[in-house]
């Protein structure tokens, strides 16, 4: 792990990854959205918006890993003083924010037809929520400091602190009677939804982590190439 | 222990020469609460069913006002670095500086939501569960800002920062607090409530000294 850890020597695996990630992450979603769309049956009950599925359920699977891998980094960061650690915690928050606002957007189109409101105050929506503050305090925390150094030392700290939400949310479905329906898939016996329903769901979520991992290059190089502009001017002026 | 009393005499008497800030707080509060009835309208049955809920947001928010200037001021003028420095453990010092916030701010809170709950027409039943869950949440909101303050600690606009990072991870204590004082109101069973927030607080005053003593060491050095 630590020899990765080197900027130059990510940058040129990083390369190397990107165009197959983004490519799989684009073959993964469109048929994932087309099995979602044409190819699977309505459900019994909810008819054809149990479709919203397929974006929800996986955009919700990544808000919940994305903040935890963000919290590996911050504490790898805090722990090795690894700056690549910083980098990808600084870049994992926005994309986190956007899926969850995904989560929570398409969670409010789902329910209105569903429960005949667009919100409830139930633990799932409101943790989820919660969430979603968590990592606008992290972003707004970042970059709130003179020092940058310090604005990632305080929002890994952040970052750490706020990982008790994380099983709160995910449990929150069985520990409080709420409206949000349980977990169908992450059970002990068999996942309770069937064949037709689960492929495109499966390949979506695929395809969301493929599109995650992208995003997250994307991004990191540029941070690291900003990093060297800057080094680069102040070499200049000095 | 003896270092653990001077260090709280210390703060209690910087406070005392500069009592205006405590009052500020205490005020606003009021004021705060005193804007709802105006708001919302002077119903009384409705200003009794949402009594619990007005005090305890307001509580929050008045914590919010004072707490970034836990750690500020010896930040500023470097006593902060000396307290890191000291053999004397730096979470007990912490312990101190959050038991010295609670007891001037938290505290005066506590004392003056009687009055505003007969303002408020709040149920005759409901008095004591919310001084229980003052007693029991203002500290643990004192102990979790401590780690806020420590970790907003020299940015811009730490005030404002501070509230967006702790009130998402303070709100079981909203939750909990209300839900005790609308059910003695209905003459309910308030004990899980209870029994939770005195979790929540024994659970902080273990962790929080520590998580805020780790951050100013590791933002100040």
Request: charged share 10%; hydrophobic share 55%; aromatic share 12%.
């Given at each position: ?74 504490a790898s960061f805090l722990i090795w003083k690894h700056s690549l650690a910083d ?80 099983p709160i949310i995910k449990f929150s479905v069985d520990w409080w009677n709420t ?60 | ?175 909990f607090s209300v839900a005790a004082i609308n059910a003695s109101g209905e003459g ?34």
């Amino acid at each position: 792990m630590h020899k990765f850890a080197n900027p130059a020597q990510f940058t040129k695996i990083a390369s190397r990854v990107l165009p197959w990630t983004s490519s799989f992450a684009a073959v993964c979603s469109l048929f994932g959205l087309y099995f979602g769309i044409f190819d699977s049956p309505a459900d019994y009950q909810q008819g054809e918006t149990v479709r919203i599925m397929y974006v929800h359920v996986p955009a919700a699977w990544m808000s919940l890993f994305i903040y935890s891998l963000m919290a590996a980094a911050s504490a790898s960061f805090l722990i090795w003083k690894h700056s690549l650690a910083d980098i990808a915690a600084r870049s994992l928050a926005p994309i986190g924010a956007a899926f969850t606002a995904i989560t929570l957007i398409t969670g409010a189109l789902w329910g209105q037809p569903m429960w005949g409101t667009w919100w409830v105050w139930d633990a799932r929506l409101t943790s989820v929520l919660v969430l979603f503050f968590l990592y606008l305090g992290y972003m707004a925390l970042v970059n709130a400091f003179d020092d940058p150094e310090k604005g990632s030392k305080a929002a890994a700290g952040l970052a750490l602190i706020g990982f008790v939400n994380v099983p709160i949310i995910k449990f929150s479905v069985d520990w409080w009677n709420t409206l949000h329906q349980p977990a169908s898939l992450s059970r002990l016996d068999a996942p309770a939804i069937d064949i037709s329903m689960l492929t495109p769901l499966l390949l979506m979520a695929l395809g969301f982590k493929l599109l995650l991992i992208s995003i997250l290059i994307i991004k990191m190089r540029t941070i690291l190439i900003e990093k060297r502009i800057e080094a680069k001017q102040l070499l200049k002026s000095g | 222990m003896k270092k653990f009393l001077a260090l709280v005499q210390r703060d209690l008497i910087l406070v005392y020469r500069s009592a205006n800030d405590a009052w500020v707080v205490l005020f606003f509060f009021v004021i705060a609460v005193t804007l709802f009835p105006l708001g919302i309208g002077p119903d009384p049955s409705v200003l009794q069913q949402f009594s619990g809920g007005i005090i305890w947001i307001c509580a929050l928010l008045s914590a919010m006002l004072s707490l970034d200037g836990v750690f500020q001021s010896d930040f500023d003028d470097g006593s902060l670095d000396q307290m890191i420095l000291t053999s004397y453990p730096l979470e007990l010092l912490v312990l101190g500086k959050c038991f010295v916030h609670w007891l001037t701010t938290g505290f005066p809170i506590l004392l003056i939501s009687p009055v505003l709950a007969t303002m408020l027409n709040m149920n005759l039943d409901s008095y004591s569960t919310l001084l229980i869950t003052m007693l029991l949440g203002t500290p643990t909101i004192s102990l979790m800002g401590g780690v806020g303050a420590a970790l907003v600690l020299g940015s811009r606009l730490s005030g404002v920062l501070i509230s967006l990072i702790i009130l998402p991870l303070i709100i079981p204590i909203l939750i909990f607090s209300v839900a005790a004082i609308n059910a003695s109101g209905e003459g309910m069973e308030i004990s899980s409530a209870v029994k939770l927030l005195g979790a929540l607080l024994i659970i902080s005053s273990v962790f929080c000294p520590w998580a805020t003593a780790a951050t100013l060491r590791n933002l100040t050095y």
